[in-house]
């Protein structure tokens, strides 16, 4: 068969008729997607230049391409999780509070609740329970605490027990401040100690006796696990009380926070040295105008109730957190320290006016509580230093309870001069 050419005329033949055609000119260009949609072939050209244009690897280009979609993706289905759960909660709190069909009667008794309801700060924590004892004694106007034993306590430390020890007193007055004897690891502490205050009938009805558990730190402040306070008025004194109360949220309104004050103790029997150590105070109250204090720390030594030896420290200017480290030597013989109270004192100095008590502690066979257990650790421990923290307790309590004698004993016998 001839090749085609442009514009030919052709004849076919076959045995019945004879055809003829003239042929047109046919374009040989190739079927391509530019004549279909060349905007779609911009952007894919668009697209390969930028990736040549990257300087890496095109596998890399892609695979950051991937897991930035990936991420946009993640972000996207936690925001809308987010949206999910906001439509929720309004919900929930659409559905809490549903007034319809309520009488105007009853909404106050479904927002707003019965004050014996209320519980403020405490939550119903159990801090556990005490059992204690109260006998009144007319003829000698003697009231008679016992504190039998505590179970069930609040665990204060991480090991998930407490050093429990009892603090009893009574108020107004609070005059004089008891201890017991503290117990190590424990939640069931069995005291079975007695204190007597001395309280008339008349005072006695208006009194309110303060049995508070605390916690004990040898370096830090004491945590108080809480009390019971009883008012003496309610009770029949014909006859001896014991029972068990649980113990409540601790009462702020009478207390007053004097600060602490940190100091050591060491005693050497065979040279005859107590040496005490001012270390440091902190909390303590403010005593000027303008919130601060001027501190110093007065060491005094009774012997038989009676004002024996003293030092003090030097003046700290306008702190409530002075630190001292300054050490005091007394020369106390073993037959004396079985006699001898330790008052530590602190004060706030004036220029012009009379100085000012903070507050006072006192240590030694006559004490009570944390203040016995310290002087019982130095004596116990001759010859190595002893700290810890005390708590301030006022001067009135202090002096009305060691009731010391201002007569001094004979100077040639108890030397006091020039020791340090």
Known sequence: MPALSSNSTYVLSTPDSTWSFTSTNFSTTPYTNTTINPILTEVENAFKNFLDNIPLPRWLTLLLFVLGGVILLIIFLCICIKCCRKNKKKNKKNEKINLKGVNSGSTTALVQPDVADLDYGSSKK?????????????????????????????????????????????????NKICETKMLKN???????????????????????????????????????????????????????????????????FEEEDLGEICFSLRYVPTANKLTVVILEAKNLKP?????????????????????????????????????????????????Q????????????????????????????????????????????????????????????????????????????????????
């Not at 003829?139 to 090991?159: C, P, R, W």
């Not at 110093?296 to 003046?315: A, E, F, G, I």
């Not at 002893?386 to 001067?395: E, G, I, P, R």
């Open 126 to 174: 159990y801090r556990g329970k005490l059992l204690y004892s109260l006998e009144y004694n007319t003829t000698q106007s003697e009231l008679t605490v016992g504190i039998k034993q505590a179970d069930s306590l609040k665990a204060m430390d991480l090991g998930g027990s407490s050093d429990p020890y009892v603090r009893v007193y009574t108020c107004p007055d609070k």
């Open 186 to 252: 424990t939640l069931k502490p069995v005291f079975n100690e007695q204190f007597t205050f001395q309280i008339t009938k008349t005072s006695l009805m208006k009194s309110t006796v303060v049995m508070q558990v605390y916690d004990f730190n040898r370096f830090s402040k004491h945590n108080l696990i809480g009390e019971v306070r009883l008012q003496l008025e309610n009770f029949d004194w014909n006859h001896v009380i014991e029972e068990w109360r649980d113990l409540s949220e601790p009462s702020k």
């Open 287 to 335: 005593m000027d105008i303008g919130g601060s204090s001027d501190p110093y720390v007065k060491v005094q030594l009774t012997l038989d109730k009676r004002k024996w030896k003293k030092r003090k420290t030097t003046v700290k200017k306008k702190t409530l957190a002075p630190y001292y480290n300054e050490s005091f030597t007394f020369t106390v013989t073993f037959e």
């Open 337 to 420: 320290i079985q006699r001898v109270n330790l008052v530590v004192a602190v004060w706030d100095y004036d220029t012009v006016s009379r100085n000012d008590a903070i507050g006072k502690i006192y240590l030694g066979c006559d004490a009570s509580g944390n203040q016995l257990r310290h002087w019982a650790d130095m004596l116990s421990n001759p010859r190595r230093p002893v700290a810890q923290w005390h708590t301030l307790q006022s001067a009135q309590q202090v002096n009305s309870t060691l009731n010391l004698k201002r007569k001094l004993p004979v100077s040639g016998k108890l030397p006091f001069n020039g020791e340090r």
